[in-house]
């Protein structure tokens, strides 16, 4: 079983809408800012993704990267009044048949894929519930970006 995309490959092309239908392509995306940490989560039925909620808006409030949220979801508008609610400040793309979680081979969500402006992947991180281990993440993100 091949384990999800590793730091010295390049992310998969791929083109997925916004929850309102805006279309999102892959140079779109990673074109927009010097890095990107795509999340990959399904906020309904995965647990640690409801807790790593707030480091990936805090993250998206710094703006030193662009967070873009990759939401795996059968009920589109469920989904969507799920995010509204949430205040969430990033887009989230609809990946309602997995099609994009299946490019990037994650089988388990919350995942972090942190994605430069060449679209070389720099990062790949699993969920960080505990306090401490989201410094952790902060602290290797930091020494990535600011290098």
Same mark, same amino acid.
């Given at each position: 079983?091949?384990?999800p995309y590793?730091?010295?490959e @390049?992310? =998969?092309?791929? #083109?997925?809408? %916004?929850? /309102?239908?805006?279309?999102?392509?892959?140079?779109?995306?990673?074109?927009?800012? &010097?890095?990107?940490l $795509? #999340?990959?989560?399904? &906020?309904? %039925?995965?647990r640690p993704?409801?807790?790593?909620?707030? $480091?990936? +808006?805090? *993250? @998206?409030?710094?703006?030193?990267? +662009?967070?873009?949220?990759?939401?795996?979801?059968?009920d589109?508008?469920?989904?969507?009044?799920?995010? +509204?609610? @949430?205040?969430?400040?990033? =887009?989230?793309?609809?990946?309602?048949?997995? +099609?994009?979680t299946?490019?990037? /081979?994650i089988?388990?969500?919350?995942?972090?894929?942190?994605i430069?402006?060449?679209g070389?992947?720099l990062?790949?991180?699993?969920?960080? #519930?505990? &306090?401490? %281990?989201? *410094?952790g993440?902060?602290?290797?993100?930091?020494? *990535?970006?600011?290098?």
């Amino acid at each position: 079983m091949r384990k999800p995309y590793l730091m010295s490959e @390049s992310a =998969p092309n791929f #083109v997925l809408n %916004d929850l /309102n239908g805006v279309r999102y392509n892959f140079e779109e995306i990673f074109g927009n800012s &010097p890095y990107t940490l $795509l #999340v990959f989560f399904s &906020p309904l %039925d995965c647990r640690p993704c409801l807790e790593e909620m707030n $480091l990936w +808006q805090r *993250i @998206s409030e710094e703006g030193k990267v +662009q967070v873009v949220g990759v939401a795996r979801h059968i009920d589109k508008r469920e989904l969507k009044n799920w995010v +509204q609610n @949430s205040d969430i400040i990033f =887009p989230v793309l609809y990946d309602g048949e997995s +099609q994009v979680t299946k490019m990037f /081979n994650i089988k388990k969500t919350a995942l972090k894929i942190l994605i430069d402006s060449k679209g070389n992947i720099l990062l790949v991180d699993k969920a960080r #519930v505990a &306090p401490h %281990d989201q *410094i952790g993440f902060i602290k290797k993100l930091n020494k *990535i970006i600011n290098k």
